[in-house]
Structure formats: structure tokens, C-alpha cells
């Protein structure tokens, strides 16, 4: 009798003796190649971002940024410029990756944060010029102007 054939039954447990060639499956079986195939296919990584637009939010792409106390606001940033449709992609998600900008700034150990001081001071000056312009556009007599505009080149 084969050692690959041998078989005893122990109540509610089948023990099955095997040597290596009867489990190794033949390379000639397209069956089993297509099992492989599916399965490698099916572990695909396609990134932070399926082919459905779904956001992995566990994706190792994305490192410690979709975790820690940032999470939220890099959330926000990531799916805002993921579901942008204005051109350029992105350009209305300017507040959203400020802040997110800003708590990594806080959290420099967490975040990688090498970058130096000039950089902080440049991102400051911005922070500063796009909150000036947001004011101006809020400001009555901006608003007024744009709506006169409007008028002129619906005229």
C-alpha cells in the first residue's frame, strides 16, 4: 500500500498520510494555474485608490498619515482631491490640505517633519495671503464688484 493512500478514521477526525508528490499539483493542470492566477490577481494591491474610486484608508502607501491625531484632516484633504472635478484637480481643496498642513507642522516627530524653518515661514505667508484674499472676496464691497462684473459680461 502507498504512503499517499493510506487512510485511518479516528471517530470524528480522517487522518490522510501524503508525501510531497501527491499535494504538489502538476504543472501541467490548467485548473490549478488559473486558481493561481485569480488569486494572485485578486491580491493586487492598486494603491490607496481601487479602480472604483474607493479610498483604502489601511493602504501601507499612505504610512502613519491616515492614522494618528492629523487623521482627520488629511481624510479631508485626500478625498476632497480625489473627488475633484475643477481644473486644476485639487484647486478647491486649498483650505482643507492648510489644515491638514498646519497639524502636521504640530506633530513634527509623527509627520516627518524636516523641513526648515523658511519653508514653515513661506507656508505662513501663504496661510496669511489666502486668508486676506478670502476676506476681500467676503468683504461687501468685493462681493459688489463681482456681481457688477457679472452683470457686465451677461450684457
Known sequence: MSTSNRTNNYE????????RNSITPNENDL?????W???YNENLNEGAVQSNGTILWD?????TQAIGPCS??????FSC??????????????????????????????????????HSNKINE???EIESNMKQMNHPEARRQRMNEARKTKE
Open 59 to 63: 493602504c501601507p502607501c499612505l504610512g
Open 81 to 118: 482631491y480625489q473627488n475633484s472635478n475643477k481644473e486644476p484637480k485639487g484647486s478647491e481643496c486649498m483650505i482643507e490640505f492648510m489644515k491638514m498642513q498646519n497639524c502636521f507642522i504640530q506633530y513634527p516627530k509623527l509627520y516627518n517633519n524636516n523641513n526648515n524653518n523658511n
Open 126 to 128: 501663504k496661510e496669511i
Open 12 to 19: 470524528q477526525h480522517k487522518i490522510i498520510f501524503a508525501d
Open 37 to 39: 492566477i485569480d488569486i
Open 72 to 77: 482627520s484632516q488629511f481624510r479631508a484633504a
Open 31 to 35: 485548473y490549478i494555474k488559473q486558481l
